[in-house]
T-cell receptor
């Protein structure tokens, strides 16, 4: 199986544009997460979902929206891009088994100019 | 709230052991993790330990947990240049009695010199 996949790998946006970052997992995990990683700052949770139809805010949700219509997909929407949203975005899903491990996608690098 | 702290940099010579340290504030029972991130890549799980354990060994990796001092360490034996990466310590934060998000340290950049 492919694990967690993300598209696109890299994107440049102009201020005020919108875009959707795609995330798909094929492990049938209920829990999924969106993080952003800024240099030297570790990872911050943007939104998470405990299953299809259920989402909740994380630490830094402002400027973002999510939806979870299926178990597999968890897209992240930026409505009005701002330079402060320049970051690397990681999607993850959580294995409910021993260790409760999170598996991460390869990331989407976003530059807002 | 949960806080996870790591030193930011570590430099070692090839063949030496590396020890990366992490401290945390919340003492709730849960899993603690070490992730590795190579340049331009996502986070790769290296190992994890449950908070009722003191030590876990997995090939070249040894995790030590001191619950009293809330201190977690990752030892890499015989460090190789391919081990150069950023290493993140992470721990679950709780909400409503269940794990709801991973709290990450800021990462330790390990540089291995030939």
């Amino acid at each position: 199986n492919a694990g967690v996949t993300q598209t696109p790998k890299f994107r440049i946006l102009k201020i005020g544009q919108s875009m959707t970052l795609q995330c798909t997992q094929d492990m049938n995990h209920n829990y999924m997460y969106w993080y952003r990683q800024d240099p030297g700052m570790g990872l911050k949770l943007i939104y998470y979902s405990v299953g299809a139809g259920i989402t909740d805010k994380g630490e830094v949700p402002n400027g973002y929206n999510v939806s979870r219509s299926t178990t597999e997909d968890f897209p992240l929407r930026l409505e009005l891009a701002a330079p402060s949203q320049t970051s690397v975005y990681f999607c993850a899903s959580r294995d409910p088994g021993p260790g409760e491990t999170q598996y991460f996608g390869p990331g989407t690098r976003l530059l807002v100019l | 709230g949960e806080d996870v702290e790591q030193s930011l940099f570590l430099s070692v010579r090839e063949g030496d052991s590396s020890v990366i340290n992490c401290t945390y504030t919340d003492s709730s029972s849960t899993y603690l993790y070490w992730y590795k991130q190579e340049p331009g890549a996502g986070l790769q799980l290296l190992t994890y330990i449950f908070s009722n354990m003191d030590m876990k060994q997995d090939q070249r990796l040894t995790v030590l947990l001191n619950k009293k001092d809330k201190h977690l360490s990752l030892r890499i034996a015989d460090t190789q240049t391919g081990d150069s990466a950023i290493y993140f310590c992470a721990k679950w934060a709780h909400s409503g009695g269940s794990n709801y998000k991973l709290t990450f340290g800021k990462g330790t950049l390990l540089t291995v010199n030939p």
